[in-house]
């Protein structure tokens, strides 16, 4: 998703958690993963169908978040818990989870963006792709003139152009993919606290959340 709907969600689920100082830790890690160096793996943004990768590093991240917290480095802990959802958020964007949902629910005049269910776990999910991340792709398609005209000839359904839902131009279905990845976005950070609480403790919840002034 383009930074603008990130931020949205970010500040939608976790503006009454943390102080400002804090959110914009862990927007800034989040925003990043769209840095040109980002762009090289894609399982960072779920492109290529990448769900195996993707997951792992959601897992890891997860697993850093504990570690930093451990360590009490909470600018640390705080990184990782965005660089995590930006790619749990975009999994909703990047994927055709939100259009094979939405037909499931008998489509767009009958399905509700908050029906969307959430998807738990995309290894098991048949019939789940995401679109392919080109980078010369993406650089040709930016040159004036030359990339509207070639975009006419060569525009893949199977490409991350064709299949994201990173802004409202791409349709209505943006709207179901917001809902969703804010939905997913909240159940990570009540999924992130429980297991802070397990393995370090109601202290460590606390200063994660309020930390010293």
């Known amino acids: ?122 290894l098991v999910e048949t019939n789940l792709i995401s679109g392919n991340a080109s980078i010369p792709r993406w650089l040709l398609y930016r040159i004036p003139l030359l990339g509207s005209f070639v975009k006419r000839f060569y525009f893949p359904p199977d490409s991350h152009e064709a299949m994201n839902l990173d802004n409202p131009k791409q349709g209505p279905l943006f709207a179901y993919a917001m809902a969703a990845a804010t939905r997913h976005t909240q159940l990570e950070f009540e999924q992130l606290l429980a297991e802070v609480e397990e393995n370090l403790g109601k202290t460590s919840v606390a200063s994660f959340l309020s930390p010293s002034q």
Not at 22 to 45: C, K, M, S, V
Not at 52 to 63: D, F, L, W
Not at 81 to 94: K, M, P, S
Request: charged fraction near 15%; hydrophobic fraction near 40%.
């Open 1 to 122: 998703m383009e930074a603008k709907y990130h931020r949205q969600m970010l500040n939608k689920v976790l503006s009454t958690h943390f102080n400002q100082a804090d959110l914009n830790t862990i927007t800034r890690a989040n925003l990043r993963q769209d840095w040109p160096r980002g762009q090289l793996h894609p399982e960072y943004h779920c492109d290529n169908s990448t769900f195996a990768a993707s997951e792992t590093y959601i897992h890891q991240q997860r697993q850093l978040t504990l570690q930093a917290l451990a360590a009490q480095n909470r600018a640390a802990a705080l990184a990782a818990f965005g660089r995590l959802l930006h790619t749990r958020q975009d999994f909703y964007a990047h994927s055709n989870w939100i259009p094979l949902q939405v037909a499931q629910h008998g489509g767009l005049t009958i399905c509700a963006p908050e029906s969307v269910a959430l998807c738990l776990n995309p």
